[in-house]
């Protein structure tokens, strides 16, 4: 007799039998990014900075490039009336992950000054006198049994840095900028009739927001941040789908994926052996997410790269460090694009609700500016449903616009911005102008009528 389980699972493939995506993948353009060969010998980073907010480039991991008043491009004002804005980006700089950092960390991260990370929440209001401005700083107990000896600090593992704090800011500024100032798009002062800003589950996008938020709209304090349930939440999707999971188990399967683990093995051999991390430990070797993190986090603060506890002359080398950031661009590139078919089908099932959220937001704006606080998992997956023709691993801060523009004739034509520049896809080309409908169908197509394939082949 079938368990409910079982009938669960076939139903689900049948259902992906049944409900193939109208749209059709599009291989991204060849780069050093997805040249296996340049991933694993270089030499250096092809121009990628991760070291510093500061340097303008195309690719800086550390603060992306974004919708600036410098490099913006205003249309025809006489052809074109800005009608809805849909901003969607990473958060900014952060500490790493608990789970990137080493068993034995040989240095600190201090976030002492780092009060802006403040807390003072009302549900409706009617309270607001009553609640102090507080703020974490973490602080570990000597007489806890499980104080961790490896801990050294006074940081959450995640949380936004000062310098997070300082791009957040500027990034805001900049928003404001050009919606605002250059455009007379954006009122002066928050409106919630005009302007929804949503974040995740994860504190560390209402870091980011608050910061982001002082700078758009200095003059107004009380600002909503919305958030969805974390089961259902479209921007930061955890919801269960096993059709999606069996797409992204194919790519995985694949021999270029097989390939590049065989080739980076010796790398991850004299890590471990530098770090302490247990070879057997699947986290750190099923793909090179956690090594990235972790290197990434310590150049974009300046903090020195490791050594062994037990032999300080021991130390990871730029050449290690660098070998490590190819290699994570290129499986962001090969998971997102470069895996075929099944990264657009990974994508249309787990970004699926969002980009139908976007698509009833450009066909009925009910506010006039939204901004989504997300994560590096939320952009990539709107890079690779839009089938961006050069994917990279999206850093802290990096964007995607949407902006929804009216012609005179009464049309309407959708621009896609990608690091502050129009997005040039492999299947839609560039995204500049695009008529609506257009624009509209190609997202129809891939996730159906009001998300109806993600309900259907992921069982729900």
């Known amino acids: 007799m079938l368990n409910a389980q079982t009938i669960l699972s076939l139903a689900v493939t049948l259902a992906a039998c049944h409900q193939a995506s109208a749209a059709s993948w599009t291989a991204p353009r060849a780069t050093n990014t997805n040249n296996i060969t340049f991933a694993h010998g270089g030499p250096g980073l092809d121009g990628f900075i991760y070291d510093s907010s500061a340097k303008i480039a195309p690719y800086n991991y550390c603060n992306m490039p974004h919708i600036n008043p410098s490099t913006y491009h205003v249309p025809d004002l006489k ?48 309270h607001d006198n009553f609640l102090a401005r507080t703020y974490w700083e973490t602080k570990q107990s000597p007489l806890n049994p499980l104080h961790r000896a490896n801990y050294h600090g006074s940081c959450q593992f995640p949380q936004i840095t000062k310098g997070g704090f300082d791009d957040s800011f500027a990034h805001g500024r900049d928003l404001f900028a050009v919606y605002g100032s250059k455009l007379g798009f954006l009122p002066r002062m928050y409106s919630p009739e005009q302007i929804a800003f949503h974040v995740t589950s994860n504190v560390i996008t209402s870091q980011v927001a608050g910061a982001l938020t002082r700078a758009m709209f200095p003059f107004s304090t009380d600002i909503p941040l919305l958030v969805q349930p974390s089961g259902i939440d479209s921007l930061q999707p955890s919801y269960s789908c096993p059709a999606a999971d069996s797409a992204r188990n194919n790519i995985l399967q694949q021999e270029g994926w097989k390939k590049h683990l065989e080739l980076s093995s010796v790398l991850a051999q004299r890590l471990d052996a530098i770090s302490g991390v247990d070879p057997k430990d699947g986290g750190w070797h099923q793909n090179w997410d956690h090594y990235f993190d972790s290197f990434s986090s310590r150049m974009c603060h300046q903090v020195p790269l490791p050594c062994d506890a037990k032999d300080p002359k021991n130390c990871v080398t730029k050449s290690d460090v660098e070998e490590v950031l ?131 082949m992921c069982g729900y």
Not at 86 to 110: C, G, L
């Open 326 to 456: 190819r290699w994570g661009q290129w499986e962001y590139s090969y998971l997102h694009r470069d895996g075929g078919k099944d990264t657009l089908e990974y994508s249309r099932l787990k970004m699926g609700v969002f980009l139908t959220e976007l698509v009833g937001h450009l066909q009925k704006p009910d506010v006039k500016y939204r901004h989504n606080f997300g994560h590096d998992g939320s952009m990539s997956l709107i890079m690779s449903a839009l089938q961006i023709e050069e994917m990279v691993w999206p850093g802290m801060g990096a964007e995607v616009v949407v902006e929804l523009w009216k012609k005179r004739d009464g049309k309407k034509a959708v621009r896609v911005m990608w690091g502050g520049k129009v997005m040039t896809s492999s299947s839609l080309g560039k995204l500049d102008m695009v008529p609506l409908e257009t624009f509209v169908k190609y997202i129809t197509d891939l996730t159906g009528e009001g998300a109806s394939d993600v309900v259907k």
């Open 79 to 126: 052809e074109y009336e800005l009608e809805y804005v849909e901003v969607t980006h990473r958060h900014h700089k952060r500490t790493p992950y608990a789970s990137n950092m080493f068993p034995v960390e040989d240095q600190q991260w201090q976030c002492q000054t780092n009060s802006d990370t403040k807390f003072r929440v009302s549900m409706d209001g009617a």
